[in-house]
């Protein structure tokens, strides 16, 4: 069974730091890897999808990387910013087929604070 | 547009009532998802509609009833519901199986509430 577990629980850094937030997954026989943001009380927002066969993707100041073997992805934040203060969510999903389809399995998040 | 739409966006319903969550997407998106979410918790799957026929259910209790009306929409109905069955309901949609890059939309979510 699939286990994702995402280091740190919660995290609390002033605006501008750079930041990195961890993914790690027991199984690596994976289809693809996604970054969520969620916001209090609102629907997930699509960050970052890896392919299993990719190292690593960008967009603007985050950047995500992907290492199958090992069973871990981390996401970069660089300048942070007070409206990146959110949870954060890795999602893995199993090979396509069968009865795994869709089934995305999620780490527990992390809580990002950026303090002005 | 990268749109899931659901509704209502928030809703109170007793033990002994009807109701439904509707959602919908214009991406031309071939499978379609029921996620619920507990608070603090990550959302855990419920539903898999593909090609608009159900192709997972994670043993979900028989008072939540999924339907797929047709490749756009995506209906939960909801009867004789528990106070524990209150939670965000998340719908998402994905191009479809066989895609690769096959990134998920969520919607923004129905806050359920049973009293």
């Known amino acids: 069974k699939q286990e994702v577990t995402q280091i740190p629980a919660a995290l609390s850094v002033p605006e501008g730091e750079n930041l990195v937030l961890n993914c790690s997954f027991t199984?690596?026989?994976?289809?693809?890897l996604q970054w969520f943001r969620q916001d209090p009380g609102k629907g997930l927002t699509s960050l970052l999808l890896?392919?299993?066969?990719?190292r690593e993707q960008t967009s603007g100041r985050l950047n995500a990387s992907l290492d199958k073997s090992s069973g871990r992805s981390t996401l970069y934040i660089a300048a942070s910013q007070p409206g990146d203060s959110a949870t954060y969510l890795c999602?893995?999903?199993?090979?396509?087929?069968?009865?795994?389809?869709?089934?995305?399995?999620f780490g527990q998040g992390t809580i990002l604070t950026v303090h002005p | 547009d990268t749109e899931v739409t659901q509704t209502p966006k928030h809703l109170v319903m007793g033990m002994t009532n009807k109701k439904s969550l509707k959602c919908e997407q214009h991406?031309?998106?071939?499978?379609m998802y029921w996620y619920k979410q507990k608070a603090k918790k990550p959302p855990e799957l419920m539903f898999v509609?593909?090609?608009?026929?159900?192709?997972i259910n994670e043993s979900v209790p028989s008072r939540f009833s999924p339907e797929c009306p047709n490749s756009s929409l995506l209906n939960l109905h909801l009867h004789a519901l528990q106070p524990e069955d209150s939670a965000l309901y998340l719908c998402?949609?994905?191009?479809?199986?066989?895609?690769?890059?096959?990134?998920?939309?969520f919607g923004e979510g129905s806050w359920l509430t049973v009293v």
């Open positions: 509609y593909s090609y608009e026929k159900l192709s």
């Open positions: 890896i392919q299993s066969s990719q």
């Open positions: 199984d690596s026989a994976i289809y693809n």
């Open positions: 999602a893995v999903r199993p090979y396509a087929g069968g009865t795994s389809y869709g089934k995305l399995t």
């Open positions: 998402a949609s994905s191009p479809g199986q066989g895609y690769s890059g096959n990134t998920i939309y």
């Open positions: 991406m031309g998106h071939r499978a």
